[in-house]
């Protein structure tokens, strides 16, 4: 922990330093990449950065700068000229800290170490290489006005590490964020082998670590398909599925027709065929997505809600190229307040669990 009286600095790597390099590299590496780089070759990265690998690497002059809180080594950077030609002279190879001694600033002291050290180099313009997946890494670049300009495939043990955006009504989101956000540290209960632990953290965070971006649908209900389509529309109203353009629910159903034609049905004909689960679904907007979307009465426009900064930003880069054209919400004031009251109305249908009180499930106005 950081004191008032605790003394931080940065400066050179020195052989004594080697052994406290090989533990921040272990630590800081098992931290990182648990469960995104396949275990077999994690442990092979870490085996090679013995004190040895590191005492060589100084004298080959490739010292790096060392982070030194209070006569402890809790960190270090490597960097140079880039590896890869580009604008950007100057690289970050590596930049670690033990992570018991992360979220406390102490990277930003490091940083500013390369990129003084640098500029000393006369070498102008700075890039830093970080896999996706490595979400703290990508968060701690950003934050000191890194942006990507690049971006590469890299295969490590045949895992190709690579990202997708997902996009699902919010009951598919919620577990991906819940699959994003769990800890998994709880399954090193010190009695697993390192080969389950890994098995285990895979499948409990591997399909969410893929995914950089979640996109919401707004959502009251789903119909089965079976019900819906073939019993109700297909059977019952004689309309072929294969005549079918497009569908649509907006105060009721939408049937457009190949030949041009619109069927219309009752909504409440349809919700017969509702999922039962929706009935007690409390999110209509997607509150966990980073952009959640949908038409709320706005015909031929797409009602959008940045929920995080990461979507704010993705939102606002593809305005900026052109990709989107964008109108202020107050030109949608209906569509806004529909939104709303769907909101709070669904907010409502989650059951209070027996026997507890109602303030578990819902917030301080839906209780007056
Ligand atoms: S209303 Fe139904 S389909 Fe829509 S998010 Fe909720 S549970 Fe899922």
Known sequence: MLGSGSKVS?????????????????ESWQFAYRGIIPHVHLEGYIRQRTPEWW????????CPLVLDLDGKVVGYATFGAARHRGPYQGEIYELYLDPVHQGMGLGEHLFEGCRHALDMRKLSGLIVWALLDNTQACDFYWRRGGRPVASTFTKIGGARLEKVAFVGVPCQITPVRKMQLVDAS???????????IERQTKFLKGYG??????????????????????????????????DIKKFNVKGKVLIYKKD????????????????TECHHCGDFSAELADISCGGV?????TITILRTPYGEELFNRMVAEGLLEVKPIEEFEKSMQVLLR???????????PPGQDASRVRNAAQLL
Not at 342 to 352: A, D, E, F
Request: a positive charge.
């Open 260 to 275: 041009g034609s619109l069927v219309e049905m009752k909504l409440k004909a349809a919700q017969e065929y509702a999922r």
């Open 209 to 242: 670590a893929r995914v950089a971006l979640n996109i919401g649908l707004l959502c009251t209900e789903v119909f089965t398909y079976e019900g819906l389509m073939v019993e109700k529309i297909q059977g019952e109203m004689g309309i072929p599925l294969s």
């Open 186 to 196: 709880y399954l090193n209960n010190g009695r697993k082998k390192d080969k389950h």
């Open 10 to 26: 940065v400066r050179k790597g020195r052989p004594a330093d080697t052994g406290a390099l090989s533990q921040v590299f272990r």
């Open 55 to 62: 005492r060589t690497a100084m004298r080959s002059g490739e």
């Open 342 to 352: 769907l909101t709070n109305k669904q907010h409502l249908r989650v059951p209070v």
């Open 297 to 301: 009465g706005a015909m031929d426009w």
